[in-house]
């Protein structure tokens, strides 16, 4: 199934959904990071999480989310866009830390102390910023949080990957609902029974579901109009020029000790294309 995300929004404009399947990408992207197994579900929730919380922009914004705590596996970062470009990266890829059978220990990983950072480029002169505390370092609770205390909209948030013995991502999915001002309040406990009835996003996903079934099963008996129907893929916007630019932004010190190695080496910490400049490209970059 190709990734995707559906937002749609009920006939009386009480609530917004979005759901998304984002097997293809989350594999993707945990491949070029080299996750283990722990790294890569958390990676990928955080990743679907974007996926879907770009789905609320409009072209060409951006949002970034940064997931920064005291567990092995330090730093987090996933960014999307209004078209579906995705991208994702870990600071330390392999946490070390062993699942047991019911307890993928994410929150182990992730670490209990740190912040989850939202930044979107709504084209404005500066980015807005947000930030909270962690509250389980599960990832969906965090991001739910998020919304409901920074951007006051109750919401529930669902991210799912499932990862395969030998460590392939073979489904991961998940699925935003909220309350928008002034809604019939009066259907959260309907949302609340279905929710409590609904399986994990991955199961869905591996049964075959795509993000319309997910959405259909939830709102049932709740007419809602599609808003949006979005392909995902992975997309990372980095260049040699770009990377150029980066490098004209250090100090003039360390600028300078640059240019006496022979080759300069930059890796792109999204996608890992490294970059080589010798000297002589480093003396003719201007600014």
């Known amino acids: 199934m190709k990734d995707h995300l559906v937002r749609i929004l009920t006939k009386d404009g009480s609530l917004r959904g979005v759901a998304a399947v984002t097997t293809r990408l989350t594999e993707e992207i945990c491949s070029r990071q080299g996750t283990d197994p722990v790294a890569a579900v958390a990676l990928g929730r955080l990743v679907t999480g974007a996926a879907l919380m770009g789905s609320l922009l409009k072209a060409p914004q951006r949002v970034a989310l940064m ?41 182990e990983a992730v670490g209990r102390a740190g912040f989850l950072h939202v930044i979107k480029d709504l084209g404005l002169k500066d980015p807005y910023r947000g930030m909270v505390q962690l509250q389980t370092s599960e990832i969906a609770t965090d991001l739910a949080y998020y919304f409901t205390t920074s951007e006051q909209t109750p919401s529930t948030v669902a991210l799912g990957v499932y990862v395969e013995p030998e460590g392939r ?14 809604g019939d309040e009066t259907m959260v406990p309907l949302l609340e029974e279905r929710l409590s ?18 959405l259909e099963r939830i709102f049932e008996g709740i007419p809602f109009s599609v808003i949006q129907k979005t392909d995902l893929a992975f997309h990372c916007g980095c260049s ?15 600028f300078e000790e640059l240019k006496r190695e022979e080759e300069t080496l930059v890796t792109c910490e999204f996608c890992k294309e490294t970059y080589v400049f010798t000297r002589k490209e480093l003396e003719s970059l201007k600014g």
């Open 240 to 254: 040699r020029d770009q990377v150029g630019r980066m490098l004209l932004m250090l100090g003039k010190e360390e």
């Open 197 to 214: 009835d609904l399986p994990p996003s991955t199961t869905l996903v591996r049964e075959g579901k795509g993000a319309t079934d997910i």
């Open 67 to 107: 997931v920064e705590a005291n567990g092995p596996l330090k730093k987090l970062h996933a960014e999307a866009d209004a078209f579906g470009r995705v991208r994702g990266s870990v600071k330390e890829p392999l946490s070390g830390v062993q699942p047991t059978p019911g307890n993928l220990k994410v929150a």
């Open 169 to 182: 991502v073979s489904a991961a999915g998940g699925f935003l609902l909220q309350m928008l001002p002034d």
